[in-house]
T-cell receptor, first 114, second 111 residues
């Protein structure tokens, strides 16, 4: 079975540009979460979606947005990129049901903002 | 969330036991997790423990939980060079739907 797949794996943008990152969850998983991992830090929660509804949002500005599609895949959008947005963006999927919220992570999309 | 604290670096000899410590912040966290990250890779779930347990053992891994002190530890028995990685402790928050991670402990296993 395929794991969580993310695209693109690497990308370079300049300040002020916009970026869209994509994620396909494990088959059968209805929840997708997004995390930002800055170099040398632990992942920081950005969003969680379940059944196409936003279930939670971390402490990130409105420049960050996301959505989940009927096939449970997801996009993370970041507008007006800043140098500080350079990070590894991790997508994780889970069943989304009560109990241990076991997240399976993808390999991430590494964004560099110049 | 507030900071989950971990020591930043640990070095052990191959064959020894490793103990990675973590102090979490939210006493209402229902589950606590240990993830492993190898260079250039995403996070891999190692194990998790329900908050009403004191200990969980899974092959070479032993998790100890002290709820009173909000302290979590991960013991790796017979540590191998392939165990070299960054280990993250995480607690649930946002009604259990999100994880609050520590900064990670970099484990170096030397031959």
């Amino acid at each position: 079975d395929a794991g969580v797949t993310q695209s693109p794996t690497h990308l370079i943008k300049t300040r002020g540009q916009h970026v869209t990152l994509r994620c396909s969850p494990i088959s059968g998983h209805k929840s997708v979460s997004w995390y930002q991992q800055v170099l040398g830090q632990g992942p920081q929660f950005i969003f969680q979606y379940y059944e196409k509804e936003e279930r939670g949002r971390g402490n990130f500005p409105d420049r960050f947005s996301a959505r989940q599609f009927p096939n449970y895949s997801s996009e993370l959008n970041v507008n007006a990129l800043l140098l500080g947005d350079s990070a590894l963006y991790l997508c994780a999927s889970s069943l989304g049901v009560a109990g241990a919220n076991v997240l399976t992570f993808g390999a991430g999309s590494r964004l560099t903002v110049l | 969330g507030e900071d989950v604290e971990q020591s930043l670096f640990l070095s052990v000899r191959e064959g020894d036991s490793s103990v990675i410590n973590c102090t979490y912040t939210d006493s209402s966290s229902t589950y606590l997790y240990w993830y492993k990250q190898e260079p250039g890779a995403g996070l891999q779930l190692l194990t998790y423990i329900f908050s009403n347990m004191d200990m969980k053992q899974d092959q070479r891994l032993t998790v100890l939980l002290n709820k009173k002190d909000k302290h979590l530890s991960l013991r790796i028995a017979d540590t191998q060079t392939g165990d070299s990685a960054i280990y993250f402790c995480a607690e649930t928050f946002n009604s259990g739907y999100a994880l609050n991670f520590g900064k990670g402990t970099s484990l170096l296993v030397t031959p």
